[in-house]
T-cell receptor
Framework: KQEVTQIPAALSVPEGENLVLNCSFT??????LQWFRQDPGKGLTSLLL?????REQTSGRLNASLDKSSGRSTLYIAASQPGDSATYLC???????????FGSGTRLSIRP | DAMVIQNPRYQVTQFGKPVTLSCSQT?????MYWYQQKSSQAPKLLFH???????NEADTPDNFQSRRPNTSFCFLDIRSPGLGDAAMYLC?????????????FGPGTRLTVT
């Protein structure tokens, strides 16, 4: 059974710092891994999707890496800004069904 | 732009009063999903439609039903909402069924039960 874990549950850093969010999964036989952003009381915004054959994906100040063998992904945010404050969730598809397994998220706060 | 649309964005209903949430998509995707997300928790899949084929998760309460009258629309019906059903409800779509197909999410409907 696939389980997705995100640690820490909350993170607060000063503006301008580079930071890394972590995601781990128990079953390495994944097709892809996706990172989402969720603002308070809002829906999910897809940030990056990494296919199983890829090691990383980049979009602007965001870089996501994937290491299937160790069951880990990281989301690197460069030069953080207060507007980056949100909850970040990672998710992997369940191997034999049409659903996504989400981590419970890391709530990020960027202090001005 | 092709997208997933949810209406209303905010819904308030009374305890026990039936409520329907709506999702529409312009992506022409075959699969539509409904997720429930309670405060500070991960989204949890309730059910999905693959074309007209309804697939219920084993632990989805009977109080939750869904309808898909056509490719573009899918509805979530909560027959007798309880206080524990207050949550964000997320609709998603994918081109087809299976782990290799990316899911696209709508903005969600936040349901309050009074």
């Amino acid at each position: 059974k696939q389980e997705v874990t995100q640690i820490p549950a909350a993170l607060s850093v000063p503006e301008g710092e580079n930071l890394v969010l972590n995601c781990s999964f128990t079953d390495s036989a994944i097709y892809n891994l996706q990172w989402f952003r969720q603002d308070p009381g809002k829906g999910l915004t897809s940030l990056l999707l990494i296919q199983s054959s890829q090691r990383e994906q980049t979009s602007g100040r965001l870089n996501a890496s994937l290491d299937k063998s160790s069951g880990r992904s990281t989301l690197y945010i460069a030069a953080s800004q207060p507007g980056d404050s949100a909850t970040y969730l990672c998710a992997v598809p369940y191997s034999s069904a049409s659903k996504i397994i989400f981590g419970s998220g890391t709530r990020l706060s960027i202090r001005p | 732009d092709a997208m997933v649309i949810q209406n209303p964005r905010y819904q308030v209903t009374q305890f026990g009063k039936p409520v329907t949430l709506s999702c529409s998509q312009t992506l022409n995707h075959n699969v539509m999903y409904w997720y429930q997300q309670k405060s500070s928790q991960a989204p949890k899949l309730l059910f999905h439609y693959y074309d007209k084929d309804f697939n219920n998760e084993a632990d989805t309460p009977d109080n939750f039903q869904s309808r898909r009258p056509n490719t573009s629309f899918c509805f979530l019906d909560i027959r007798s909402p309880g206080l524990g059903d207050a949550a964000m409800y997320l609709c998603a779509t994918s081109a087809s069924r299976g782990p290799s197909y990316e899911q696209y999410f709508g903005p969600g409907t936040r349901l309050t039960v009074t």
